[in-house]
Structure formats: structure tokens, C-alpha cells
């Protein structure tokens, strides 16, 4: 049960951090200067863009280093901007809050934002829209730091229909192709499914608190029934679902590659789809008071990071292996959101080092997709450590880190994870275990089938070392994925505890628990068994299969077959039937009405014959009929 | 005085003004049965006037006479027009106003 003195209330802003708002400021007036300038700024455009994403930098590590600076009781700043929304006994303002938590969500989306912007320049060089390709990146960034750095959940909706929009312009940037659009519009949708379940989360906080602010919501969370919490709660997993590409709503995410690499990178690796842990770990007070949320979301995490690993293990794209992976590795996030205060900052930090690895990961392949003239089909590479050698390296660290080899930032941060998983319940640990190895798996295979083996290169592609303004950022990247956990590894359990109701515990760099080396060598094994399956000859061709794991796996977990047959066409057959009894119903009565009426007026129009003597003694009867009834009346 | 015979006298002049009006076909007499049928109205509402010792009902009868008139005007003028156009008087000739 929380109590009330570790719910942290925030302090009013003074001095730098009453400027909090120009994070979100800057990007904003960036992206309309993009979107409005049209043409006359495609000559310097995108480095507006990258100064905009920079700017946002400076000021959060800025307000960042004066939160260093305070005490621990003075870190979470409330930050007002305005009054909103006044309607009777709801009074909602804009405000910000910037928290430990926030401020490290903000350092990443900026941070990381920045390298994937720099990067973008050079990946995007050729294309005649990079201006409004950098536009619609400043736009994902306001979105995105609105989101986290709102003080209620109105106006972190704000930001999470903006990161939708977003990432809907973004998928469907290279809107010429048909695939594109169809990607664009499903991610859409499914999104949708999730706003659903916000919204629904915020009319029950109206309902029940009458407020949604997040420190209002926290203190007044233990005066609600259960079974109002747990509602609460699954609204809640709804949302993130939707907007993590949790199972079931998780189909989405791999159709989203369709958009460029650097998207994929920023918004569906490191930034956008952890918005739902997030979410979860920001409502933590609601969850930790109701056990059937919470083991929800523990389940939705396990059963995702065994799905995304299926999935990764299967295909053949690059970018769908890293999208299935992140599936996965957002599916750890949200088992440890799920374990409560103990996981809440675990997950936190595994998702600030998968921001590193899986993005840097992702830029990799973007610079191997340039290499080989766009291709993405890893059954075409083979080989390429010698000729992208920077690629290869920073990959190579980027693979240590995500399937959690020693010093790297995945083993602390998963290692965490599969920790805290076991002292939740013994399943969901071996569970988290077996991930990992199917983890080591899928990753070996995707080094083993790029960077290894024989050149298997289509005719006329001549690969090459990418440019270094792309080289750059993957080299920073890499250098995150690799020190970050060792950083980080004591220290940001002490800085989250306030924000995620949590007790550190002092966590040793070198000393490994049993499960850890459990973990390490189920490792071991998946990378063993990746590097024999695929040292071979690999066909350039999709080998057809009757293996229904590996078919099942091809096909995203039949998760389209699934969607389509339930809600496709079963919901199309619903509204038929609802058509139908409309049409016989509602269209029925409507029409016998107006066929009342016109009868009515065809027999009455009969009077109408011109005869001014029939007029009159229709005037004759209706006054006689008047005068009867009035002196009847009198009478009766 | 009784108003009696007044009242039995407008109720005869009325029943005359509508069956004039309801069965003869020249517009002229139609529009003279319409006038009697007035008439009539006015003498009732004089004779109930005297009867109960108010002035109502005779300041009434003066403004029927002064609307009388003026619909005599306009009326005579619309009949004048018709019989110019279509060189009849007879009110069944002229029904074109019909569903």
C-alpha cells in the first residue's frame, strides 16, 4: 500500500526551470518554420531541424544539471503555463512537470533525438522532401516531450495523439508507395484502439477523483473502490498496449519499418513505443494497489517479449528482426512496470539503454540498407564486416549490449529484470530467461546473416562505408550502449525512487546474482546455436517452409489473418446486421411516415377543385362544426 | 323593446346572403349576397347592442361598414379586371386555383 508521505509533491518553479516550457518551445517553432517556409527553406532546412532537436537538448541537460544540484525533496518542479480547460468543478491547467523521471525521458528523446537528426542528414541527403522530413521529426519531438513532461493526463494525451500523428506522417513519409500508406493508416487505427483506453482511464479519474492530475490522482488513488482501480488499471494497459505494440495490439509495429530507418530508429525503437511503459510507470500508485492490473500487465510483458522474439527469430528483413526485438525488449519494460516499485525503475533503465542500443542498432542497418541500394532482405547481404567496417563495429557493440554480455548496458539493465521477474513469481523468470536466449538467438542470426558468411550481394550493388555524418552518431550511440550500464547501474535507482515509489537497493557492478549467470548462460547457448545454424551456405531466396513455427513466425504471429477474420469481417457482418435492422426499423418508420403524409395530402388536395361555392361551404360546415362544439360545450 | 324580431330578421338575411352565395353563379350577385350577409351581422350586433344598453356592439357595425367598403373598392376593382380578361362574370369559369 502506498502512503501518503511517498507520494512526492511537486514544488512550484523558480529560477532556470520556470523556462522548462522552451523545450518544448523550440522544436515547435522549428517545425513551423519547416512546414510554413515550404520551399524557400529546402536549402538549410534540415539543419534548422537538427538545431531544434540540439536546442531542446541544451535546455533539459541544463535543467537537467540543476536538478543534479537540489535536494532530493526539491527535484520534481512544477512547472504552470496556463489555464486550460475551466468547465464547472473541473479546473484543468497546462502545466509541466519535470521530475527525475521526466528529465531522463526528456535527456533521451532529445539526446538520442539529436544523433538520429544528424544522422537523418546524411541518410536523407537524396531525398527531395528531407525538409519536411525534418519538420515532421521537430513536430515527434514536441509531441513527444509533451507527453512526458505533462503534469496530468489531459495534457500527456495531447502529446500522445501528437506522437501518433507523428509517427503516422512519418511511416507514411514515402507516401507514393501504396505499402506506406496501408502501413501508415493500420498503425493509425490500431493506436486508436489504444486512445480508447486513455480516454476511457481519464473520464474514470474525472469520475472518481474529479481531477487527472498525476499528483491529485496518486493521493486520492487509495480512497477508490477496488474494482474502480482495477478498471482503471486495465484501461491503462489498454492504452499502453496500443501504443507499445503490446500483445494484442502489437501488429502494427512491424508494418511501421515502411517509414525511413531514422524513423524507426527514434520513434519505433527508442522514444514512441516506450510511451506506454511510460504510462504504466507513471500510474504507479493505481497499480500498486490492485494486484489484477498489475499481474495483467506482468502477463501482457511476458507474453510480448516471447511474441517479438518469435517474430525476430523468423524474418528475414532487417528492420522487421529489430522490430520484433523491440517488441520483445519493450515486453521486458513492462514486466518489470508490472512487478511494481521494485521493477518500476528497472524498467525505466532498461528502457533508457535499449533507447541507446536499439537505436544505434537501428542506424546500423539504415547504413547497411544504404550500402545495398535500399535492400533490406538480410539473405542479400553476408559479409559486410570488411567493407562497413564502422557499421559492423558499432552493430557488433549495439548486439553485445541487447542480448546482455558483460560489461555492456543490456546485461545490467535486463539482468535487473530477470531478478526482480523471479522474485515476482518463478514462471515469470524462467520465462524472461528463455527470452533472453531466443534474444542471443535471433541476434546472432541477424550478425551471422549480415556481417558473416559469403557475399551474396544482388548484381550491380557495390557496398560501402557510409558517410560520416552518419558514421558519427553511430559511433556516440554505441559508446552509450556500451558504458551506460555501468553508469547507471546503482545510481538510477536512487534517482527514480521518489517518482516511481520505489526502495533502492545497492546494486554491485561486478557481483552477478545466480540468476544472472543462469541468464548468461542460456545466453551462451542461444548464441551457440544461432552462429551453427547460420555459418553455412544461406539461399538468396526465401526457403518456402512447412515448419509451422517458422510459418507462423513469418506471418507476425497470424496476428493479420487473426485481425481480419474476428474484426474485419466480423465486424463487418455485425454492422451488416445493425444495417439491416436499421434499414427495417428506423428507414421503415421514417419511410411509413412520409407515405402517411403524402396519402394524406392526396386526399386532401381532392377539396382543392377551384370552385369558389365549394370553398365557401366548406367555410359554412367548419363554422357551423365550431359553433356546435362551442355552444355544446357551454351545455355540457 | 324585445330584440327579437331584429335577431329573427339577421338570421333570415343571413340564410339569404349564404344560399346566394353558395348557389348563384354571377359574380356580382355572389358578391352581393357576401354584403348582405354583413348587413345582417351588423343588424344582430346593433339590435344585442340596444338590447344590453352598450355602445359595443354599435361601434362594432361601424367598423364592419368601413372594412365593407373597402373590400367593396378592391373587390369590384378585381371583378372589373377578371370580366376585362376573360369576359365573364360567372364564378365557376373561374377555377384555375386548384390541386
Request: glycine share 10%; aromatic share 10%; proline share 3%.
Amino acid at each position: 500500500m502506498v502512503s501518503l508521505l511517498e507520494i512526492v509533491i511537486p514544488v512550484e518553479a523558480t529560477g532556470l526551470f520556470s523556462y522548462a516550457w522552451l523545450m518544448i518551445a523550440i522544436p515547435l517553432v522549428v517545425s513551423a518554420i519547416l512546414l510554413l517556409g515550404g520551399k524557400a527553406t529546402d536549402a538549410w532546412g534540415h539543419w534548422l531541424g537538427v538545431l531544434g532537436a540540439l536546442g531542446s537538448f541544451v535546455v533539459t541537460a541544463v535543467l537537467w544539471i540543476q536538478m543534479l544540484g537540489a535536494p532530493v525533496d526539491q527535484r520534481a518542479v512544477h512547472v504552470p503555463m496556463f489555464d486550460w480547460i475551466s468547465v464547472g468543478s473541473l479546473d484543468l491547467k497546462a502545466a509541466l512537470l519535470v521530475d527525475q523521471l521526466s528529465i531522463l525521458f526528456a535527456l533521451l528523446v532529445t539526446g538520442v533525438g539529436s544523433l538520429i537528426f544528424i544522422y537523418s542528414v546524411g541518410y536523407m541527403a537524396h531525398d527531395p522532401n528531407r525538409r519536411r522530413f525534418f519538420a515532421f521529426l521537430n513536430l515527434f519531438i514536441v509531441a513527444m516531450l509533451t507527453l512526458v513532461l505533462a503534469d496530468n493526463y489531459a495534457l500527456l494525451f495531447v502529446g500522445w495523439e501528437g506522437v501518433g500523428l507523428a509517427s503516422y506522417l512519418l511511416i507514411g513519409f514515402w507516401q507514393e508507395r501504396h505499402s506506406a500508406a496501408l502501413a501508415a493508416k493500420k498503425a493509425f487505427v490500431v493506436n486508436r484502439i489504444g486512445d480508447l483506453g486513455l480516454l476511457l482511464a481519464m473520464f474514470t479519474m474525472v469520475a472518481l477523483f474529479g481531477s487527472v492530475n498525476f499528483t491529485e490522482v496518486n493521493q486520492a488513488a487509495s480512497s477508490a473502490g477496488s474494482g474502480w482501480l482495477t478498471a482503471l488499471g486495465l484501461f491503462l494497459l489498454l492504452a499502453a498496449c496500443g501504443k507499445s505494440a503490446q500483445v494484442p495490439l502489437q501488429s502494427w509495429l512491424l508494418d511501421a519499418m515502411e517509414g525511413p530507418t531514422p524513423v524507426s530508429a527514434l520513434i519505433h525503437a527508442a522514444t514512441m513505443v516506450t510511451a506506454g511503459v511510460y504510462l504504466v510507470v507513471r500510474s504507479h500508485s493505481i497499480y500498486e494497489l490492485t494486484a489484477a492490473a498489475s499481474l495483467a500487465v506482468c502477463i501482457v510483458g511476458v507474453v510480448t517479449l516471447l511474441a517479438g522474439a518469435w517474430i525476430g527469430s523468423t524474418k528475414d528483413d532487417i528492420k522487421k528482426v529489430l522490430a520484433g526485438s523491440t517488441m520483445s525488449q519493450i515486453g521486458y519494460m513492462m514486466l518489470a512496470a508490472g512487478i511494481g516499485p521494485a521493477g518500476g525503475a528497472f524498467a525505466i533503465f532498461h528502457l533508457f539503454t535499449h533507447g541507446f542500443f536499439k537505436a544505434n542498432m537501428f542506424l546500423g542497418a539504415g547504413s547497411v540498407m544504404h550500402a545495398m541500394n535500399d535492400d533490406t532482405d538480410m539473405r542479400h547481404f553476408g559479409a559486410l564486416r570488411k567493407v562497413m567496417p564502422w557499421t559492423f563495429i558499432t552493430f557488433a557493440i549495439g548486439y553485445l549490449a541487447i542480448i546482455g554480455i558483460p560489461p555492456f548496458a543490456g546485461f545490467y539493465s535486463k539482468d535487473h529484470i530477470v531478478v526482480a521477474a523471479w522474485e515476482r513469481g518463478w514462471y515469470f523468470g524462467v520465462l524472461a530467461i528463455v527470452g533472453a536466449g531466443i534474444t542471443a538467438f535471433y541476434m546472432t542470426r541477424l550478425m551471422m546473416m549480415t556481417f558473416f558468411g559469403t557475399k551474396r550481394w544482388a548484381d550491380g550493388v557495390h557496398p560501402h562505408e557510409s558517410p560520416k555524418i552518419m558514421v558519427g552518431p553511430l559511433v556516440v550511440l554505441s559508446i552509450g550502449a556500451a558504458v551506460l550500464g555501468m553508469i547507471l547501474n546503482n545510481s538510477i535507482q536512487h534517482w527514480l525512487a521518489p517518482p516511481t515509489g520505489g526502495h533502492p537497493h545497492d546494486a554491485a557492478l561486478w557481483e552477478i546474482p545466480w540468476q544472472g549467470w543462469v541468464t548468461l548462460l542460456v545466453v551462451l547457448v542461444g548464441v551457440a546455436i544461432g552462429y551453427l545454424m547460420y555459418r553455412g551456405e544461406i539461399s538468396f531466396e526465401q526457403p518456402h517452409t512447412t515448419n509451422p513455427i517458422v510459418y507462423i513466425g513469418r506471418n507476425d504471429l497470424l496476428a493479420d489473418k487473426f485481425n481480419d477474420a474476428v474484426f474485419v469481417r466480423g465486424g463487418g457482418k455485425a454492422a451488416a446486421g445493425v444495417a439491416a435492422v436499421d434499414d427495417l426499423l428506423v428507414d421503415g418508420g421514417v419511410r411509413s411516415t412520409a407515405t402517411l403524409a403524402t396519402s394524406l395530402g392526396g386526399a386532401l388536395g381532392k377539396l382543392e377543385n377551384g370552385y369558389t361555392r365549394s370553398y365557401g361551404l366548406t367555410m359554412v360546415i367548419g363554422v357551423v362544426v365550431v359553433g356546435a362544439v362551442l355552444i355544446l360545450g357551454r351545455l355540457a | 323593446m324585445s330584440p327579437n324580431a331584429y335577431v329573427v330578421l339577421s338570421a333570415i338575411l343571413f340564410s339569404i346572403g349564404l344560399l346566394g352565395f353558395l348557389i348563384r353563379r354571377n359574380v356580382l350577385i355572389a358578391f352581393m349576397s357576401v354584403e348582405l350577409m354583413l348587413n345582417s351581422a351588423n343588424l344582430a350586433m346593433v339590435a344585442f347592442s340596444y338590447a344590453n344598453g352598450t355602445l359595443l356592439g354599435q361601434v362594432g357595425a361601424f367598423f364592419v361598414m368601413v372594412v365593407a367598403a373597402c373590400e367593396v373598392v378592391i373587390g369590384l376593382a378585381i371583378i372589373m379586371i377578371i370580366f376585362k380578361t376573360r369576359r365573364s362574370a360567372s364564378v365557376d369559369d373561374q377555377n384555375q386555383l386548384k390541386h
